[in-house]
């Protein structure tokens, strides 16, 4: 991550980068939301019934992966789905 000499700026600017390189679509759906906003969209109730479905969407998304944090963190996480068969699993093929 960010080395302690580095300037506070620098250190945002690489932690930015980071997460921007780990949720790419999240990191377009924020740019497209600031660009609607600013664009004046707001001005019309559908700008605003549309800027409430996107919060709506957001804080829920957000509370599922604080729960799947949470959850990960107690150990009780589900196993992954790519994760590669299991030996006893071959033995019946």
Do not use: C, H
């Not at 709506?56 to 996480?77: H, P, S």
């Amino acid at each position: 991550m960010a080395d302690a000499r580095q300037p506070p700026a620098t250190a945002q600017l690489e932690y930015w980068e980071e997460r921007v390189r780990e949720r790419p679509l999240t990191a377009l759906g924020v740019a497209a939301l600031a660009g609607f906003v600013l664009g004046g969209a707001l001005r019309t109730r559908a700008g605003w019934a549309l800027l409430a479905f996107a919060g709506k969407m957001a804080v829920k998304e957000a509370a599922t992966n604080y729960l799947q944090g949470l959850i990960a963190e107690d150990g009780f996480a589900r196993p992954s789905r790519t994760a590669a068969p299991s030996t006893s699993a071959a033995a019946f093929d």
